[in-house]
């Protein structure tokens, strides 16, 4: 681990002195990248993070959103790149595991994780399909054995990822407001460090996370053992409970280097710690390597002398070993001593406050001709071309995924993966719908109208389950943000984003960014993914089965804009054309009357258009209620457009309504009156997924043929190759 030059002239300035060993080492940690968001964090503040909802308290390190009489909704995401590339299934595990703590230390429980992944092409790609297969096992493996539900997720593979891999974890967690831990600290409290022992397992790993990915340091990734975190979080419950934790905070990146200054620096107090009171898995673990060590598992907590014997029966009563490691004094160092020695003390501040940069920005030379768009030959079997794009990784169902994640235990799950988002039951009488989004191909044609997009989709999914959307994770993935252009691209998202936040009011809640994420073929692709919270008040959409003569609304504008399509790029490996863009008062207004017809209990279901378009979505409604349907293409509201545009055109803010004849004149007064765009154009019925044109039939396929192709397609490439 090191400091750049002029780092270490800055911070031998700051303390007056040449650093020790083990101050360089802290610092490297705390200033890494990943830590510090030296690069990020001067254009995050753009984000609205206030609303009526949203509750702040010193040093947490997940959003808390008050959800009404006297519960909090926390949320957190976080992601395991470099790691899960190396090791997938460690990797994506202990990410699993970090998220969970997050979420534990606001004095919440968790009760649902969600995840969205990026792989290489798994068509082609050995390695892709190695990564894939491991990192989802070790998702479903930790958080099987926690007893937390993984209720959702997305997945997508992309060129642009080879020999690589995107993980991020979220997690949900779910409280009595008045159980909020609220951090504070007074001299003479205790320093405790709770849970499994420190080992030489994720040495460096910040460092190894702000850096592009060239070895394969496996010391680097930490190893997972969710049987203790499963300890932990009800012995950390049954503290909070007794009252004895006066603030806490997960040990992550960085390990106790980072934990110890940026708890210390949040309470404005100093710390002093003895290395040798912590408890080790290894014998003759130097000094260095306990302060900088990412063994997972482990959480930092502030009690005081009379608390801490409960605490320590606690962790008996559990099984779980906690150590007495320092205590809290006036002024604001970090001291870090062995046995009478003293390795380290530095100022709080200085350690936890990186210098922020400033770094240039210049929009990317490729943005000039990429929205050109390039002449194809004519489709002369459409059957056929939408069986390939039901076959394709990025849209066949994803069953072989979620099929693995136990998403019941808990009971609290109301909607289950597979539809647009998951619901949860919440102990208020209201429910909560998730959902995680991100389209990387939009991204790198428009990165700002990209994010927006990303960002309209997973309001869209929670607004089919009835929700309103409260709140917003965000995660911004992207290259070497010393690389002006890769660095432009991050400022359109992060401006996207703000716009669209800002316009619907829905607050960010959370958020991460990772970045250095580069492969041997270059950057990836921007890749912001976004999370949304909605709640329901009352009744939640449970999707019910489409029978015969069930008809079809859609709601919303198809339009020409065919860039970052799946149809371009699986199709026509054609990367380019005119990226949707989200019209804001037509997407809250979509939203808002889309949500009107749902409580008003006129629906049997509700889908959005997102992936392949109006052609994919109608077949995923057939697919999975094993019906057919007849589409008459011309009725389709929007611009005049060929075939190809209407059926794989990927429009937002568009919507199908399903519901019972009788309902019909209900529903289109009220789209009427709303004055949304919409029409009737189709009916469900029979065993064909018919779209016609006029006279013309367009698509013609039986669904249980086109349900057999989408239903294992992904499972055959990842099993059979």
Same mark, same amino acid.
């Given at each position: ?566 149809? $371009?790029?699986? /199709?026509?490996? @054609?990367? =380019?054309? %005119? ?5 804001? !008062?037509? +997407? ?89 765009? $919409?029409?009737? /154009?189709?009916? @469900?019925? =029979?065993? %064909? ?5 006029? !006279?013309? +039939? ?24």
């Amino acid at each position: 681990m090191s400091l750049e030059s002029q780092e270490l002239s800055e911070l031998k300035l700051k303390i007056g002195r040449d650093p020790t060993s083990t101050e360089l080492q802290i610092v490297a940690a705390e200033w890494s990248e990943h830590c510090s968001y030296k690069s990020s964090k001067k254009h995050l503040k753009m984000l609205p993070m206030k609303g009526p909802l949203v509750i702040h308290e010193k040093g947490y390190d997940s959003g808390v959103l008050d959800v009404g009489n006297d519960y909090v909704v926390t949320a957190h995401i976080e992601s395991h790149n470099h790691p899960s590339a190396v090791e997938p299934y460690g990797g994506a595990a202990t990410g699993v595991g970090g998220v969970i703590r997050d979420i534990l230390s606001a004095g919440t429980r968790p009760i649902a994780i969600f995840n969205g992944l990026r792989f290489g092409n798994i068509e082609k790609d050995q390695q892709a399909r190695w990564l894939f297969k491991n990192a989802v096992t070790g998702i479903a493996d930790y958080g099987n054995c926690l007893g937390i539900p993984t209720i959702g997720g997305e997945v997508e593979f992309d060129d642009c990822y080879q020999n690589y891999a995107l993980v991020d974890v979220a997690a949900v967690g779910f409280g009595k407001k008045e159980n909020l831990i609220k951090n504070h600290a007074k001299i003479g409290d205790l320093v405790v460090l709770l849970g499994g022992s420190t080992g030489r397992d994720g040495m460096g790993g910040s460092q190894f996370a702000s850096d592009s990915l060239e070895s394969e340091d496996r010391s680097a990734v930490q190893i997972p053992d969710p049987f203790i975190e499963k300890l932990i979080i009800e012995a950390i419950l049954e503290a909070r409970n007794h009252n004895l934790i006066n603030a806490i905070k997960d040990l992550g990146g960085g390990g106790l280097s980072c934990a110890v200054s940026e708890t210390a620096d949040a309470l404005g107090v100093g710390i002093e710690m003895d290395v040798n009171m912590v408890h080790t898995r290894e014998s003759n673990m130097h000094s260095d390597e306990i302060m900088i060590s990412e063994s997972q598992e482990r959480m930092l907590i502030v009690t005081n002398k009379t608390k801490s014997k409960k605490l320590r029966e606690i962790c008996k009563k559990f099984r779980i070993t906690c150590s007495v490691i320092g205590h809290i004094k006036s002024g604001n160092q970090m001291h870090v001593k062995k046995g009478k020695k003293t390795l380290a003390n530095l100022p709080t501040n200085v350690v936890a406050n990186a210098t922020l940069l400033d770094l240039p920005s210049k929009k990317p030379a490729y943005l000039k001709t990429i929205e050109k768009e390039k002449k194809f030959k004519p489709i002369s079997d459409y059957s056929k071309t939408m069986m390939a794009l039901l076959a394709a990784p990025n849209i066949a169902s994803k069953i072989w995924v979620y099929g693995q994640y136990d998403h019941e235990v808990g009971i609290r799950t109301v909607v289950k993966p597979g539809h647009d988002a998951s619901v949860l039951r919440l102990d208020n009488g209201k429910f909560l719908s998730v959902k995680i989004d991100g389209n990387p191909k939009q991204c790198y044609i428009n990165p700002r109208e990209g994010a927006i997009g990303c960002f309209e989709e997973a309001c869209r999914n929670v607004v089919c389950t009835g929700a309103k959307p409260i709140g917003m994770l965000d995660h911004l993935q992207f290259g070497n943000p010393k690389d002006p252009e890769i660095f432009w691209t991050f400022l359109e998202s992060l401006k996207g984003l703000t716009d669209f936040a800002n316009d619907t009011k829905i607050p960010c809640v959370g958020g991460k960014v990772s970045l250095y994420n580069e492969t041997p073929t270059g950057p990836i692709k921007p890749t912001p993914l976004i999370g949304v919270l909605g709640l329901i008040d009352k009744n939640p959409l449970i999707p019910q089965k489409i029978t015969e003569g069930d008809c079809l609304v859609i709601v919303g504008d198809t339009k020409d804009e065919m860039g970052g399509s799946e149809y $371009f790029e699986y /199709i026509h490996n @054609f990367i =380019g054309g %005119k990226c949707p863009v989200v019209n804001f !008062t037509e +997407s809250k207004k979509n939203m808002k009357t889309v949500l009107k017809v749902i409580q008003n209990q006129l629906l049997k279901s509700v889908h959005d258009c997102s992936k392949g378009g109006l052609a994919v979505a109608v077949s995923e409604l057939c697919m999975t209620n094993q019906i057919g349907c007849n589409i008459f293409l011309d009725k389709v509201p929007g611009e005049k457009l060929d075939v190809v545009r209407i059926l794989f055109s990927e429009s937002h803010s568009r919507y199908l309504l399903v519901m019972e004849k009788k309902n019909l004149k209900k529903v289109e007064d009220m789209l009427r009156k709303d004055k949304v765009s $919409f029409k009737l /154009i189709g009916q @469900f019925n =029979g065993e %064909k997924i018919q779209f016609t044109k006029g !006279t013309k +039939s367009i698509i013609s396929l039986r669904v249980d043929k086109a349900h057999k192709t989408w239903f294992n397609s992904l499972k055959d490439l990842v099993l059979h190759g």
